[in-house]
């Protein structure tokens, strides 16, 4: 129902920021909770952040603080706005949707993801 295309990712030093950017394409946009998503080499995708339908969000205990996930549903977009980057912050992001009334609470529809490389 909705295909998801990031950018934004890029190599940047520890303290930096990058801000990526999600875009939407489908309709009821505003109908999907979103998420971001951050796998490194040889782990398993952890969640990041998550804006819902509502505009609610919940971040990861390792990002607090530092990263802040938007929506802006006129444009069909979700922003990850991430401060303070850390080496620990390098992996693939990627974007993730679930329709609101889905009868699961997994994220279903998925980015290609974008490189985030964070040096010292």
């Known amino acids: 129902q909705v295909e998801l295309v990031e950018s934004g990712g890029g190599l940047v030093q520890a303290g930096d920021s990058l801000r990526l950017s999600c875009a939407a394409f489908g309709r009821d946009f505003s109908n999907y909770h979103m998420a971001w998503f951050r796998q490194a080499p040889g782990t398993q995708r952890d969640l990041v952040a998550v804006?819902?339908?509502?505009?609610?969000?919940n971040y990861a205990d390792s990002v607090k603080g530092r990263f802040t996930i938007q929506r802006d549903n006129a444009n069909n977009a979700v922003y990850l706005q991430m401060n303070s980057l850390k080496p620990e912050d390098t992996a693939i992001y990627y974007c993730?949707?679930?329709?609101?009334?889905?009868?699961?609470?997994?994220?279903?529809?998925w980015g290609q993801g974008t490189q985030v490389t964070v040096s010292s």
């Open positions: 804006i819902s339908a509502g505009s609610s969000t």
């Open positions: 993730a949707a679930r329709w609101n009334y889905a009868r699961h609470s997994e994220f279903d529809y």
